[in-house]
């Protein structure tokens, strides 16, 4: 075995375990960096000996190309979904048509498990390799959606002393706090939210392009078997456990008592009898907003498999587990009013103020109505009575108007032609669903940015609230960024109601801040567009502050999952000489950033442009990225500034262009040599 084969394998196999550990256990063994230098030396390797590139490789969950259609397969084993129940009374009969059919009258031991609210799909592994991923479809034919599953990070691609063939069932979903920051990127890019997790989850494992999966924060959580072949457990309970020794995301479990149930590892149970499943089915409703995910019931499943055998099926249920489903948390109340908010990116509002009710334990007094084809959607009104509830359990929304309720005399509502704050005019962009303010000098955009720039995700300045900061606007104490870092106790000590000890923690949260990552620099200056993840990237791609705001269109281009409409607000941005002066103010104020820890790759593309086309050995996404971990760059257009175009099979006009414009040109060993 050669040693670049021993590293490969190393490498996999550590990359492997920081995997589990950071997307399964969520306990990460390993920082950012650390981890990013691993999978750079392998994705090196990798492109250097393509022939020892396996599918199970962690550098093979990166989104490939749009597929035409998914393949429809069959399932080996119909994959039946459950029967519903909504009342204890209908849990008692569930429990009493089993002991019937199994003529006994001895207690059941039951699994209980919280009922995720995902997309359900069946993962096939075949000598250890995943080889397929179907979704549900009828229950007797599936899609094999493979190219996206493997983008989630929690999915063992590769197993260890795996049977034969192993077959395993689960749920994909996005945890609520993962739901909340995708659909804050998506209006600020002036785009429809989710209606809630599972939609956001479902959709984006239908799409026919994996990068759209991978995109998204997907987590899979697993659960049920499917046909097995050398595997041999006898139930729920034992398979629980096979699946946490294989490496699978799934929940543990232990003996049912109520005084233990929490919002941990061990959410499962086996009950014994149907008195202890119903403590359960209470004790989860009663979890379930603290959960990390969406439930809408729990499932009540006989343990033992030779139970389940002998119990069968009807129709497309097994007669040995029931979805003891929670019901709708939904309330009625009526709209007082419509108000219109407006955002840090100046996006406009509708917000409806509605009479409080309780909704899932909590008094909802806002929901948001997105923006104005939302309202005209819905058509919600002033003075109308409506449904409402919390979307993923965290946002409230109003689900539909009661129309037989609505009461004479009602208007439609339209966003206003200005600004309510700053009565500049209002601009909808060609496009996009949202209506602007344009103003930079708008008060609300100032106090929403500044709350932004505050936030935990961003500077973290802890102590500064959101009421304190609109006090500092208005007593214009606070016009800029930069000016929060020229505070002193004295001035916050000139607010309204603050004490001297108020104030002291004040200035040292501010002062806390001002040694911060480059990555949370980047999100806190609030450039539209740009989120956690987008800083994330684009602070390991261009590493220091200096080099950030030098990038041009064209490098932004380059970079992972950054399109020409994100790269042109960015560059726009950067381009804007207030941005720039206001960069140098905060800086001067005493706001440091980590310095970046040196590469520990050769950097043998230094400077050199490198034009890719054809069919070659990698993705083209991958080739791209090893460019730029290299020192290269790889734009998507060849130019008289090109140094190679590497070609593969099936090279189009860019090959001719190379030759017109006398650009050296490789094939994949050349370009190995040159990077070697």
Known sequence: MSSATRRII?????????????????QPTIGDFEYDQLFMELKKLEGEHPDLVTPDSPTQRVGGEPLAEFEKIAHRKPMLSL????????I??????????????????????PKFDGLAVELIYENGLLTGALTRGDGTVGE???????????????LKKAPLRLEVRGEILIYKKDFAQLNEAQQEAGEMPFANPRNAAAGAIRQLDPRIAA????????????????VSVDSQAAWLEFLHHMGFPCLQFGVWNSLKLEAGPRLAAVCKGIDEALEYYEGIMGLRHSLPFDIDGVVIKVNLFNLQNALGTVARNPRWATAAKFAPEQATTTIEDIVVQVGRTGALTPVAVMKPVRVGGVTIVNATLHNQSEVERKDVRVGDTVVVQRAGDVIPEVVEVVLKKRPLGTRKFKLPDQCPVCQEPVVLIEGEVVTRCVNPLCPAILNEALKHFASRRALNIEKLGDKILEQMTTHGMVKRFSDLFALTKNDVLELPRQGEKSAQNIIESIEHSRSTTLNRFIYALGIRFVGEQTAKTLAKRFRTLDEFLGASEEQLLEVENIGPKVAAAITARLANAEFRREVNRILQNGVTLEKPKALALNQPLKGKTV??????????DEIKDQIIALGGKSPGSISKTTDYLLAGEASGSKLDKAAELGVKILDWDEFQKLIR
């Not at 995109?215 to 050398?230: I, K, N, S, T």
């Open 215 to 230: 995109a998204r924060p997907l987590r899979a959580f697993c659960y049920a078997p499917g046909a097995l072949e050398g």
């Open 92 to 113: 008692r009969e569930f429990d009493a048509r089993v002991k019937k059919l199994l003529e006994t009258e001895e207690d059941i031991h039951y699994l209980c498990e």
């Open 611 to 620: 034009v890719i086309t054809g069919t070659l050995p990698l993705p083209r």
């Open 144 to 158: 094999n959606v493979l190219s996206n599953i493997r983008t989630i990070r929690s999915v063992p691609l590769k």
């Open 10 to 26: 190393a490498l996999r196999q550590k990359i492997r375990a920081h995997d589990y550990s950071y997307y399964v256990l969520d």
């Open 83 to 90: 029967a519903n129940t909504y009342s204890t009374d209908e």
